[in-house]
């Protein structure tokens, strides 16, 4: 495939894109994040402490959704989360403090890597 033919297949997939959803899909729509606490992702009570499982890095994500990574906020196996709403698709959101800084970061990361280790404070 030529240079050409790709980039006119790219235009033809996103004009089809828009058709079909009927507004422009731009980085600011594709990566809302979706308000805790509500049926799209329901607030988990208490919050649960997790484990970063499997090998390599795991990719924050700005909202529940492959488009959004935050470049080069990641966690690695071992370290601990605390997951504070879960969707049906298999996001997470999350915050990690960093045991040697104290900084901390929230995002959304794929619920598959994690493994609740507890709840963190009383329930709700």
């Known amino acids: ?18 058709a079909v ?7 600011e729509t594709l990566c809302k994040e979706p308000e805790t606490g509500t049926k ?18 795991l990719q924050f994500y700005t909202a529940p959704n492959l488009n959004c ?10 370290d601990e989360l605390i997951a504070y709403a879960q969707t049906d698709d298999g996001w997470s959101s999350v915050m990690y ?3 040697r800084t104290g900084n901390d970061v929230s995002g959304w990361v794929r ?11 009383p329930r709700q």
């Open 1 to 18: 495939m030529t240079k050409t033919t790709a980039l006119l297949a790219r235009i033809v997939c996103r004009a089809a894109l828009l």
């Open 111 to 121: 619920s598959a890597r994690l493994k609740a280790t507890g709840a963190v404070g």
């Open 97 to 99: 403090t960093n045991p």
């Open 69 to 78: 990574p935050m470049n080069g906020v990641f966690v690695i196996p071992k």
């Open 40 to 57: 799209q992702a329901p607030m988990l009570s208490p919050p649960m402490a997790n484990l970063v499982t499997g090998t390599g890095r």
């Open 21 to 27: 959803i009927g507004a422009p899909a731009t980085a």
